[in-house]
């Protein structure tokens, strides 16, 4: 895999958003109201969102499916997590990201939040909806229409 592909993994989008909202706390301390049920938010997000990763990796991996963005899949997974939500992967990366935020308790960060979950729509999941679309047809443009991007 080239350097520029390897950089263009979700995973390194959200290590440069997180770094961004640790350098913005690091630049301009004190944004945050210091309060201890923030981080408590905080860490309870982080831990959906890694329970959500892991949720979703495991039903792709037991289906015998890629998780690597743009690559073509060979099942259309729509059980266990899928079935509250199409992206639970990405959806787990914003809970970090978000729980992350609260944590270091740097709340003017948290407009870094729709702006990855922009970008990861755009970069990778239009993308990978198409791919659904042409692998799979109609059945994906059902559960489209019946289970949320996000949540």
Known sequence: MSLLKWIDLPPVWLIGALGLAFGLD??????????????????????AGLG????????????????????????????GIFRLTRNPI?????????????????????????????????????GEEAGLVEAFGRSAEAWFSKVRRWL
């Open 90 to 126: 990405y959806l787990g990366d914003v809970f970090v990201l978000a729980g992350a935020i609260l944590h270091w308790d740097v709340l003017p960060a948290l407009v870094i939040v729709p702006a990855f979950m922009w970008l990861i729509t755009r970069r990778f999941i239009e």
């Open 26 to 47: 690091r630049w301009l301390p004190g944004l945050g109201f210091g309060l201890d049920p923030m981080r408590w938010l905080g860490d309870a997000l982080i831990a």
């Open 52 to 79: 959500a990763m892991g949720l979703g990796a495991f039903e792709l991996v037991r289906h015998h499916t890629t998780f690597i963005p743009r690559r073509k899949p060979s099942y259309f997974v729509r059980q």
